[in-house]
Every structure is written in C-alpha cells, then in structure tokens.
C-alpha cells in the first residue's frame, strides 16, 4: 500500500490536519493538498516540507489536483464554507452540499477507489452526500462524528475526577451537533460506571460541555481546527495501520438510512463494523432524535445521485 493520503482544502481545518500529520509518527508516506486555490494549497506545501528535516515523520508533500485521486488510498474533505458566530452546523447545509456533488464526481472521475474521511460540517449530512455521489460502498465512507466531542467530554471529565483522560471510556454519540449526547450508560474508568462516581447534574453539565464548546470557541477565536486535526489524524492512523480501534465516527446506521456518530471499529478497508451498543431508553429517545433531526436535514435537499 502506498499509505498517500489528499487533503482537499487548505484552510485552517485542513492545514491543522496536514500539520498534526507531519509532527506525529504516522503511516502517511505521501501526502496532496488541494484547494479551489491553488496558491494557497501550494503554499501550505511548501510551508510544511520546510519542518521535514526536523520533523518527526518523513513524507513527500505538494499540491495537486483531483487527478492524484486515483493513487490515494484515503481522501480527507475539510473544504466548505466556515460556520460562522451565531450559526449552527445545519446552517452550513445548503451552502456545502453545492459545493460537494461536483467536487466528488470529479474525484471519482479521476478513479478513486479508496475510503473518504469526511470532516465539513454539517459532518453528518455531508458524509451522506459523499456516500450518495460517490457510489462506493458505505463502509468506504467515514466521517468524523463526535470523536472531537468524545474527547472533549473526556478532557472535563478528567478535570472533575482528576485522572488522565486516556483511562477513561466516554462518549458522545449522535449528530455532530446540537442534538448529540452523553453515553452515560456505557461511559466508565477501568469498569467503574462514571454514573455512580457523579452526580446527574454534574453528569448533565459535563454533556452540555462537550455539546457547546465549538460554539464558545468560535466566539471566542472564529474558528476550531487543532482539536479535529489531532482527531483527524487518530481516525485516520486507524485506518492505515488497521489498528481496529473503537471510536465514534460517523458510520452508517442500516436501520436508520443515515450516516450518525456512534462506537465504530475503524481499519485498512474503512468500516469493520458499527457496534451493536446497548443504550438506555433515555439514551435511545435522544439517539432517535438526534436522527430525526439528520433525516429531516437530507430530505430539505432533495438528494441528487
């Protein structure tokens, strides 16, 4: 496997992921950055080849065209419009859908057969459409769901309890959006419930957290994008190295029809399976919520194939 990843769109989300991957130890031995301007993406490029000698990985890097689709195995989408101070992620919809059915014909014009990993928000919808115009099968197609959230869950969790976050087993689960929630259910510290270690309003705070944190960060800056590059780069380590790991991306829910954050196993061939996690009926009111709310989103488009 030749392990050359694209990146399409060199604003700050995929300049963060395209930086996380050169300061990790990665799989990546190329990686194409592309972007409606050509400018931009090359000069990302050549800003990033200058920390090669001092990095601590070693890849080639430039700029391209969807032309190199055909030699890539992963191709992460962060282009789109940027959600802006008072927006939710659904107002993004209409604006990025124009923008994907061309971009992803094109793609698969060029003979790219390998795994999408969709981060654009609305994340969820988004990875719909790429399953819709690419035509590949759905375990081709990935998006970021709420590993961000999940982590970002973890990190206040770990402040409360005082513990490092990486011994701790929680989610957030659903739309990568206003409609996600907590796991509480399943959320642990080696077997521990969290549930019986907090309680309820303190549990709700942490998930209200996790769910409204974008929203203070982007008044606070404009913008989030080195939390999801670090996160971009964890998905896709998963796949290249088929490490099998569990995590909440955005899979697609058979029963549902949709693509919606829940625990997924992650390797080489994309999707290995959606676990089959057993939720409270709290838990599963707002998980049919938050899918109602995704179901509504798709039908407002009219979905072209």
């Known amino acids: 496997m030749s392990n050359k990843v694209m990146i399409i769109g060199t604003g700050n989300v995929g300049a963060s992921i395209a930086y996380s991957l050169v300061n990790q130890r990665t799989a990546v031995n190329e990686l194409v950055l592309v972007d409606i301007n050509t400018a931009d993406a090359e000069g990302e490029a050549m800003d990033l080849r200058d920390a090669l000698a001092v990095a601590p990985s070693y890849l080639k890097i430039k700029s391209g065209t969807y032309k190199d689709a055909r030699s890539c195995d992963v191709i992460i989408i962060t282009a789109g419009a940027n959600q802006k101070p008072g927006e939710t992620r659904l107002d993004l919809l209409k604006k990025n859908a124009s923008i994907f059915h061309p971009m992803v014909k094109e793609i698969m014009q060029n003979g790219f057969r390998g795994i999408f990993l969709v981060v654009t928000n609305p994340m969820d919808v988004m990875t719909f459409l790429t399953w819709k115009y690419s035509g590949l099968p759905s375990d ?3 998006g970021s769901g709420t590993v961000l959230d999940s982590a970002r869950l973890r990190l206040h969790l770990s402040e409360r309890l005082n513990i490092n ?7 957030q689960v659903g739309e990568h959006g206003d409609t996600e929630f907590a796991l509480w259910s399943t959320a642990n510290i080696s077997g521990q419930p969290i549930a019986t270690m907090l309680k309820k309003p303190a549990l709700d705070e942490l ?13 606070k800056k404009g913008a989030t994008h080195y939390g999801i590059g670090v996160c971009a780069t964890h998905i896709l380590g998963s796949i290249l190295n088929d490490e099998r790991r569990v995590l909440p991306v955005s899979s697609f829910d058979d029963y549902q029809g949709l693509f919606i954050g829940f625990p997924t196993i992650i390797g080489r061939r994309g999707v290995i399976k959606r676990l089959d996690v057993k939720m409270s009926e709290e838990e599963g009111i707002k998980y049919q919520k938050s899918a109602n709310t995704l179901k509504a989103a798709i039908k407002e488009l ?4």
């Open 140 to 142: 081709h197609i990935i």
């Open 165 to 171: 976050p990486k011994s701790i087993s929680a989610y």
């Open 207 to 219: 998930e209200d957290r996790a769910r409204n944190e974008a929203y203070e960060i982007i008044n």
């Open 302 to 305: 009219r979905v072209r194939s």
